[in-house]
């Protein structure tokens, strides 16, 4: 199956697969928002930064007649943004491997590091040369994309930890195993079986 995401813009609050679908987008601070837009490519860095900030800003109203039942679809929300972060990251990127400050030219050269390409005369050095700076430069965008989006993934888990230790009782939070399982990362459902098992016996705030 085909894994859906979001395309978000500024504020817009998402609600992805069939979790969060249910939930009614005035009562929980949506209206006037742009309509939702899918696509089958993983969201942006930028859009999983504002995905970020709207969940952020999401007022959670307590006070509603119904507040039994919207709590879980707050929780929905929140689990379905966990789920976007956790699809739009590489697990398998070895964060070790760090891009270099200054990259060596050619050994043939005898010159250091980070030295202007211009100052290597021979083209074919030159253009290895600059072939080399050229990689360094899109590995280490590639290498704050990552970072970013796993920075955005723990942040997102922090708000469900907020979420459940603040509005769910313990028993309220089992809820949660269940509704993970509406999630296409298993690294977004096994974060949040972590949660939830060491919130087992913890009461409410």
């Known amino acids: 199956m085909k894994n859906i995401y979001l395309l978000l813009s500024v504020g817009l609050l998402a609600l992805i697969g069939g979790a969060s679908q249910h939930a009614r987008g005035a009562d929980l601070g949506m209206e006037n928002r742009e309509p939702i837009q899918y696509t089958s490519e993983p969201l942006s860095t930028e859009k999983l930064g504002e995905l970020l900030d709207g969940i952020r800003g999401l007022v959670i ?22 789920d976007s972060c956790a699809q739009a990251i590489d ?9 270099v ?8 050269t005898g010159l250091p590091g980070g030295i202007s390409p ?40 922090n708000r469900v930890d907020i979420y459940l230790r603040t509005y769910l009782t313990p028993n309220e939070r089992l809820v949660t195993l269940q509704l993970i399982e509406k999630l296409q990362s298993e690294n977004a459902k096994s974060g949040v079986r ?12």
């Open 91 to 99: 697990w398998k990127f070895d964060f070790s491997v760090v891009p």
């Open 194 to 205: 972590a949660l939830v098992k060491a919130q087992a016996t913890e009461p409410v705030n």
């Open 118 to 157: 211009d100052a290597i005369n021979d083209e074919k050095l030159r253009k290895e040369y600059e072939a080399a700076i050229e990689s360094n430069r899109k590995y280490a965008k590639l290498y704050s994309d990552q970072w970013k989006r796993k920075a955005y993934f723990e942040s997102m888990l």
């Open 101 to 108: 400050a200054n990259v060596s030219p050619p050994r043939a």
């Open 61 to 82: 109203d307590t006070k509603s007649s119904n507040w039994r039942v919207r709590k879980f679809e707050y929780l929905s929300m929140i689990l379905s943004a966990t």
